[in-house]
């Protein structure tokens, strides 16, 4: 068998996905998600430039061998662009091999080690009052874990506050030039304490509770954050700093027993090794697309299941709905799951790609039709063209340019 045609198909449904679909000589298609969101038109470029041409004629049920060739054959290695491009072509290739043998991936990869995979929803809101709304209305939903996230007094806007109430998805990707947002690591630092002892005041102590600080933080700032927050029992707390410097995560766990999760930007098991060989985090939240797929995602969280640390994927709305059915067969089959991020995309993008993949009770179950249960309708897809879009740039209040 080999495969005998693959292309990507750029969309955008409400928001851009990037999407690679493989054909093979015998008519089996296998698709994969290559979305990086504001950087979309990269990975589309990488994909048509220099992965395409070495696909065709390839025997897709190399899986291994493909992915090793990608990633060593680059010679460049790692990076999102790389990394996404990879992704996207091993996701297909599961689908196919899923498809062949007539089984939904997470049989192939071991079966079922649970009955559903744990969930958690992004409750948000300008102020602590419409976010404890928010909260109610997930825990009406059935969920059993919800972030939160609020606006801070003083500043204008912040990370996660939606403008559309009543939303279950939203995009910080808002315009084509990068729109700019101010921080005050001071005005947030004693805000955030009385959200959770809101939270926790209304809402008792059965829900589980998280909190994504969007790597705005230093570790001794991180530390003190997480020690007032001990009371409320989180579940974790995301992102604190960036993690480029992985040894700066000791500093914060030698002050608080708040659990930590980290990894929503890593691509590769080299971003995340000393945190999760040195047990510096809680949570690793890699996921499908960014990090190379599921072959490589399986071995992150192989490597984080030797050392406590427990999987918590990425699922913001900018990963499309076949990153989604790809992480449920991971999650559903892994030793060491933890939780997986849930946000709902729009009916729109739910049309452009019909999944079988289905939300009851808090869980979230993957397709058992065979292969990963998701495709995507291109004449639909044709529809939605391209539109640039880029996330914000955030600076403090004297004009420093901070993280995001
Ligand atoms: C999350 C993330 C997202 C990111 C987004 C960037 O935890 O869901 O932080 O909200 O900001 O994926 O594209
Ligand atoms: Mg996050």
């Known amino acids: 068998m080999k495969i005998a045609d693959a292309k990507v198909i750029v969309t955008c449904p409400g928001r851009n996905f990037v999407t690679l679909k493989i054909v093979t000589d015998e008519g089996i298609s296998g698709v994969g998600d290559a979305t990086l969101n504001g950087r979309e038109l990269a990975v589309a470029a990488y994909l048509n430039d220099h992965v395409i041409p070495v696909l065709l004629g390839r025997d897709p049920t190399r899986i291994e061998d493909t992915w090793q060739y990608l990633y060593r054959g680059a010679y460049w290695r ?9 992704a996207a072509v091993d996701t297909a290739l599961w689908d196919i091999k899923g498809k062949l043998a007539g089984l939904p991936v997470y049989q192939l990869l071991g079966g079922r080690a649970r009955d559903g ?57 808002d315009s084509a030039i990068p729109s700019e947002s101010v921080w005050s690591t001071r005005r947030y630092l004693a805000h955030v304490p009385t959200v959770f002892a809101s939270a926790r005041a ?26 007032e927050l001990e009371p409320y029992g989180l579940t974790w707390l995301e992102d604190p700093v960036p993690a480029e410097l992985q040894e700066g995560f000791r500093l914060i766990r030698q002050h608080t027993t708040t659990p930590l999760a980290v990894g929503e930007v890593f691509n590769t098991i080299w971003d995340c090794h000393q ?8 949570y690793i ?9 599921i072959t490589h995602l399986r071995r992150i969280f192989d490597l984080a299941s030797l050392y406590h640390v427990r999987s918590g ?19 559903i089959a892994i030793p060491n799951f933890g939780l997986q991020e849930y946000m709902r995309h729009t009916p729109e993008t739910d049309a452009v790609f019909p ?17 990963l249960g998701v495709d995507i309708d291109e004449e639909l897809a044709a529809l939605y063209p391209y539109r640039p879009a880029s996330l914000p740039v955030n600076r403090l209040e004297d004009g420093t340019v901070h993280n995001w």
């Open 78 to 86: 790692r990076g999102p662009v790389t990394m996404s491009a990879i």
């Open 117 to 173: 995979v744990t969930v958690y929803g992004h409750a948000n809101g300008e102020t602590v009052d419409e976010a404890m709304a928010e909260v109610a209305r997930y825990v009406e939903l059935g969920y059993r874990a919800v972030r939160v996230q609020t606006g801070v007094p003083g500043l204008a806007t912040t990370y996660g506050v939606t403008r559309e109430r009543g939303a279950l998805a939203y995009e910080p990707a």
């Open 202 to 227: 209304e809402f008792g102590p059965d829900i589980q509770l998280l909190h994504d600080v969007h790597h705005r933080l230093t570790p001794i700032e991180a530390a003190r954050l997480g020690r």
């Open 275 to 282: 945190l999760i060989t040195e047990q510096l985090i809680d």
């Open 285 to 293: 939240r890699t996921t499908v697309v960014h990090a190379g797929g």
């Open 313 to 331: 994927s990425h699922g913001a709305t900018d990963l499309s709905p076949v990153c989604m059915a790809a992480a449920l067969h991971v999650d």
């Open 355 to 371: 999944h079988g993949y289905r939300f009851a009770d808090g869980y979230l179950y993957p397709s058992d039709e065979p292969g």
